[in-house]
C-alpha cells in the first residue's frame, strides 16, 4: 500500500490499482480567513499546497466531515464531477447541488464497497463541548483491502468508546488528525498528543502517520514538538510525521 501526502489532512492511498483520495483541500496558501478568537490574524492555510491537485483518476474520493478544510470549493471546482464521493450523509446534498453525480452518504456503523475496497464509516466526536456545528457531523473511517486495514480518524477527540470500536479490525496503519485544534465555546475538536499516545498504545498498529499539523492557525501542536517527543518511534520507522509532497510505502508485518 502506498501513500501520498499533499497537506494538513489531504492525501491518496494506492490500494492495488485503486487510487482513493481523501479529504481535499486545494486552495492555495493565505487564501482563506484566519480563524477566528484566536489572536493569530494569519491567514489558512498556512502552506501552499505542494504540486497540481489530484483532480482526477480516483476510483473514490472520501469526505470525512464538510469543514473548508476538509473540503473547499476548489476542489469541488476541480474534481471530475462523475467521480464516486464518500460522504457523511449531511453532507450530500451539497455535493448533488455542486453537480457531482455519484455520491453515497455513509453514517457510522455503515459499509460500502468499491471495486475491492471495503470502506466502514467510524464515529466521532469533533468537540469537548456539544455544539450542533461540530458534534458527530463528521465521520472516521476503516479502509481495507487484502491485508491493509487502515483507519482514518477525521477530526475527532478521544473518547471512551472509541478503542472499543477499533479493536475488532486489528488495523495495520493509523492515519490520525493531530494538533489539538482549539476554538473558544468549542474546546478542542482534533486529537492532542496524548492522546495520540494512548491510541496508539491500545491499537499497534504497524504504522501510524500523524497529519492535521502546521496548517491552520488554531492548531495547537505542531511537527516539531511530535518528532521531539516520539522521536525513537519515528527513528524506527514505524510512525511518520510526513512534510507535503512525500510519499510512503507500507508493509504490515510489526507493530508499534
Known amino acids: 500500500m502506498k501513500l501520498k501526502f499533499y497537506r494538513h489532512a489531504t492525501f491518496e492511498m494506492f490500494l492495488g490499482p485503486n487510487k482513493v483520495l481523501v479529504d481535499p483541500m486545494f486552495m492555495p496558501g493565505r487564501s482563506f480567513w484566519p480563524s477566528p478568537w484566536t489572536g493569530d490574524f494569519r491567514r489558512n492555510p498556512l502552506i501552499n499546497f505542494p504540486s497540481r491537485a489530484p483532480e482526477s483518476g480516483n476510483e473514490a474520493v472520501l469526505i ?3 469543514h473548508f478544510d476538509h473540503f473547499d470549493r476548489q476542489a469541488a471546482k476541480l474534481l471530475q464531477k462523475e467521480v464516486h464521493i464518500i460522504s457523511p450523509r449531511n453532507g450530500t446534498g451539497r455535493l448533488q447541488r455542486m453537480g457531482f453525480r455519484n455520491v453515497n452518504g455513509i453514517a457510522p456503523g455503515q459499509q460500502l464497497t468499491v471495486n475491492d475496497i471495503l470502506i ?10 456539544f455544539d450542533p456545528l461540530l458534534y458527530k457531523k463528521g465521520v472516521g473511517y476503516i479502509v481495507e483491502r487484502g491485508s491493509d486495514r487502515i483507519y482514518i480518524s477525521g477530526d475527532t477527540i478521544l473518547f471512551d468508546e472509541l478503542p472499543r470500536l477499533l479493536e475488532r479490525f486489528r488495523i495495520s496503519l493509523a492515519i490520525l488528525y493531530g494538533g489539538a485544534a482549539t476554538l473558544p465555546f ?3 475538536h482534533t486529537l492532542s498528543f496524548a492522546e495520540i499516545r494512548r491510541l496508539l498504545e491500545y ?4 504504522n501510524a502517520v500523524i497529519m492535521h499539523l502546521d496548517t491552520l492557525t488554531h492548531c495547537r501542536e505542531d511537527r516539531k514538538r511530535y518528532l521531539i517527543e516520539y522521536k525513537e518511534l519515528s527513528d524506527q520507522g514505524g510512525l511518520i510525521l510526513p512534510v507535503p509532497g512525500e510519499e510512503f510505502v507500507f508493509e504490515t508485518d510489526n507493530k508499534l
Not at 466502514?120 to 463541548?129: D, F, L, N, Q, S
Not at 491499537?203 to 504497524?206: F, G
Open 186 to 188: 468549542w474546546g478542542r
Open 203 to 206: 491499537l499497534r498498529p504497524a
Open 120 to 129: 466502514t464509516a467510524i464515529p466521532v466526536k469533533h468537540a469537548e463541548r
Open 64 to 66: 470525512t466531515h464538510h
